[in-house]
């Protein structure tokens, strides 16, 4: 089956006078994990709540699974929306077992894979327990629990990571690269541009309603490389001066420097060589998804992308 799992062509969605999604084209190949990347406001929960026909779109079409968003095709989607929804006076186990009868599992299969479930999250002590009394990270896993109980072939997670510590960050980015490995096929939202660097391997970046760019991570940076370059050295800084080169960052025991018409690779590396410095490390840098947003975007769309990591929404 080599369909995309979703393909959206030419939607736009307006609030009024408001364009939330303006003419988006996007093709998400099965079998792989897609970041959708932008600012809050951006569009991106839009987005996803057209894929799943809680909205229609004004204009263009949404095709999910090979088809229209039915029933029959939403029922093999796992949806984890932004805002968290639970039960708080049920039983954590018996929620779990109600939300996999939703999805047409037997309750006695609903039941071993939900405490399958908790015991990989280390939530199995709180089975018993009232969802009111779980912290609210705990919470967020008894809800994505119920987003994959029934294994469905498309993940959709907006906003995932929201709330969780480190260690349980971790744990979910290992469980999205082996649904991804089961064949499974995720698309997230988030404003973690670093996240998303180590878990996509493609991106989409939204900007004002509008995509940026998208396509597969590697290749994105492949075509946008600025040809920055890093050099470690051990010795006497002072022919970066001769060379012309004021324009640096020290990053740990590197120097970053970008790149001008003036001066190559090939002419920073044999001036080092050539003053007598022991060079350690020379690279062309690929640029950081923040950059290449910036690139494209511009400062003032990707600066509230910056508030929650230092260079992230």
């Not at 932004?82 to 037997?106: C, H, N, S, W």
């Not at 391997?201 to 509008?210: D, G, N, Y």
């Not at 940076?221 to 370059?229: F, I, L, T, V, W």
Request: charge should be negative.
């Amino acid at each position: 089956m080599n369909e995309a799992a979703v393909r959206l062509s030419g939607v736009t969605k307006s609030f009024g006078a408001h364009t939330a999604v303006s003419n988006f084209d996007l093709d998400i190949p099965r079998g792989t994990i897609l970041g959708l990347l932008g600012p809050n406001g951006s569009g991106k929960t839009t987005m996803i709540r057209m894929i799943m026909a809680i909205l229609l779109p004004d204009q263009g079409e949404v095709e999910l699974l090979g088809g229209p968003p039915d029933m029959s095709r939403r029922s093999r989607v796992g949806y984890l929306p932004e805002e968290r929804g639970v039960y708080p006076k049920m039983k954590v186990l018996d929620q779990l077992i109600f939300l996999g009868e939703l999805r047409a599992l037997p309750r006695k299969q609903a039941q071993r894979r939900a405490m399958q479930w908790l015991d990989r999250l280390g939530l199995s002590d709180w089975a018993p327990k009232k969802v009111q009394d779980l912290s609210k990270g705990m919470q967020q896993k008894v809800q994505f629990i119920g987003t994959v109980l029934h294994d469905p072939d498309l993940l959709i997670l907006d906003e995932p990571f929201s709330g969780l510590d480190p260690i349980n960050q971790d744990i979910l980015e290992s469980i999205i690269r082996e649904e991804r490995d089961r064949g499974k096929t995720i698309l997230f939202s988030t404003h973690l541009m670093e996240q998303a660097e180590r878990l996509c391997e493609r991106v989409c970046l939204i900007s004002r309603a509008h995509k940026v760019l998208d396509g597969d991570l590697r290749e994105v940076k492949r075509r946008e490389r600025s040809g920055a370059a890093a050099i470690e050295f051990e010795g006497d800084g002072g022919w970066l001066d001769r060379l012309g080169i004021v324009n640096y960052e020290i990053v740990g025991d590197a120097f970053h420097i970008p790149m001008n018409s003036r001066v190559s690779h090939d002419e920073i590396l044999a001036a080092a060589v050539a003053s007598g410095v022991s060079v350690r490390r020379f690279e062309v840098l690929e640029p950081r998804l923040h950059e290449i947003f910036v690139r494209h975007a511009g400062e003032e769309a990707a600066e509230p992308a910056m508030t929650a990591m230092g260079g992230a929404r």
